[in-house]
């Protein structure tokens, strides 16, 4: 168990919809990331929050969204839901902002575009 | 544009065979990752190389960074079958600010 919680753990869909993910960092950790990971891309970086603040944009696309709430609590929102966004989407988490920070991954949830 | 390479993407060995694993990029990072992905799971760390030319040992595996920071390999001594998984590197690159590129993956089955 890495700290890191994530829900919901599935959630089936159908294309034009909008969803919300949510994710709680481990206890201490400012940094929260949000990662998509698909079969024919791999993992791939979206977004990063510091403290509340966005830190880092990675191939993050305009229908999708995210914020990091005082509590240090984030969420993901995706819109326009496309049948290619079915993927499965982790948060991490960790302590700063360095380049050698140990991240820590949640359980994913894994999102099905119907 | 797929900036880490791993390879291979596949790999079926018996136990107590050694393998080595390779992630190659043209462009330079900061530090580099190993991750170990198991199915249902997120990617778990595995080790932090920082320095060009650093080695570092797990118990049975070890990780190299490259000289030039380009490149890192991951070799696996006497495998075995907890050892299956989806190996990911991921190299952090400073442009501002850091941002974490992952590699495409080799997944590894070591059977009994």
Request: charged share 15%; proline share 4%; aromatic share 10%.
């Amino acid at each position: 168990d890495s700290g890191v919680t994530q829900t919901p753990k599935h959630l089936i869909t159908a294309t034009g919809q909008r969803v919300t993910l949510r994710c709680s960092p481990r206890s201490g950790d400012l940094s929260v990331y949000w990662y998509q990971q698909s079969l024919d891309q791999g993992l791939q970086f979206l977004i990063q929050y510091y403290n509340g603040e966005e830190r880092a944009k990675g191939n993050i696309l305009e229908r999708f969204s995210a914020q990091q709430f005082p509590d240090l609590h984030s969420e993901l929102n995706l819109s326009s839901l496309e049948l290619g966004d079915s993927a499965l989407y982790f948060c991490a988490s960790s302590v700063g902002t360095g380049g050698s920070e140990t991240q820590y991954f949640g359980p994913g949830t894994r999102l099905l575009v119907l | 544009t797929q900036l880490l390479e791993q390879s291979p993407q596949f790999l079926s060995i018996q136990e107590g065979e050694n393998l080595t694993v390779y992630c190659n990029s043209s462009s330079v990072f900061s530090s580099l990752q190993w991750y170990r992905q198991e199915p249902g799971e997120g990617p778990v760390l595995l080790v932090t190389v920082v320095t060009g030319g650093e080695v570092k040992k797990l118990k049975r595996l070890t990780f190299q960074f490259g000289d030039a920071r380009k490149d890192s390999s991951l070799h696996i001594t006497a495998a075995q079958p907890g050892d299956t998984g989806l190996y990911l590197c991921a190299g952090a690159k400073a442009s501002g600010t850091y941002k974490y590129i992952f590699g495409t993956g080799t997944r590894l089955k070591v059977l009994a």
